[in-house]
């Protein structure tokens, strides 16, 4: 089973109008100069193991508080056993949001087809196009992004789509592409950029883009997405 290596108890804000515990999972295929849980990534040794147990535990105490478990990380769909995780989830009763970079559309297939996700959030980095690569840090088959767009948008199960608007390589012409590449979804979400937070000291030194910019982004995405709305602002 994967080590788990981290455990928040309680959040209101993970996931949109629930309650939900939050399983933090080691190891990504990105490096997102941004990235805010770059010790997940990087250093995964260097934070303690949560036992699964305790964490199942957790929740049969808390059943009738917590609504679900949101799955993040790192990346989780990078580890095989993932669909063995949310099945313990699953079967303690509470539902099951996962948080994914949308790189491995076979197994968001698998987890779909096996009624293991309630919710996913799917992060979309910047355009389809070369600016992807800055954003993740990394190469990316951006044919595996499309495709697991479009899984998620026809999988039935809820959803949001999101963008953290970093301010040297997203302006309002990249989030108006993004939003036309996820025309008609059901929800995106602008999230403000944390400079503290980022693995790359530059990232560290960036002003974030100001609350008026973000909403004037929201706004031209809703022309594809009306469900928009911006967080963190």
């Known amino acids: ?10 959040s209101f804000l993970d996931w949109d109008g629930k309650v939900s515990c939050v399983v933090f999972v080691p190891n990504c295929n990105y490096n997102c100069p941004f990235c805010s849980n770059w010790l997940l990534v990087h250093e995964p040794d260097s934070l303690p193991e949560v036992p699964l147990e305790r964490i199942a535990a957790f929740i049969k105490e808390r059943a009738d508080f917590l609504d679900g478990v949101v799955v993040t990380g790192g990346e989780p769909t990078v580890h095989p056993d993932l669909p063995a995780l949310l099945k313990r989830f699953k079967e303690l009763g509470v539902l099951v949001k996962l948080d994914t970079n949308g790189t491995n559309p076979s197994m968001l297939a698998k987890l779909i087809e096996q009624k293991l996700v309630d919710y996913f959030a799917m992060d979309i980095k910047a355009p ?62 602008l999230q403000q950029f944390v400079p503290a937070h980022s693995l790359i000291k530059e990232m560290q030194k960036l002003d974030p883009h100001p609350a008026e910019t973000l909403q004037e982004m929201a706004k031209i995405a809703r022309q594809s997405v009306p469900n928009t709305i911006v967080r963190g602002v």
Request: net charge positive.
């Open 128 to 189: 389809l196009n070369d600016k992807y690569a800055a954003a993740a840090g990394a190469k990316v088959d951006l044919d595996n992004i499309r495709t697991s767009i479009k899984l998620i948008m026809d999988s039935g199960v809820d959803y949001e789509f999101r963008t953290t608007v970093i301010p040297n390589l997203l302006g309002l012409p990249e989030i108006a592409e993004i939003a036309r590449t996820i025309a008609g979804a059901k929800k995106y979400a």
């Open 1 to 10: 089973m994967i080590k788990l290596r981290g455990f928040l108890e309680t």
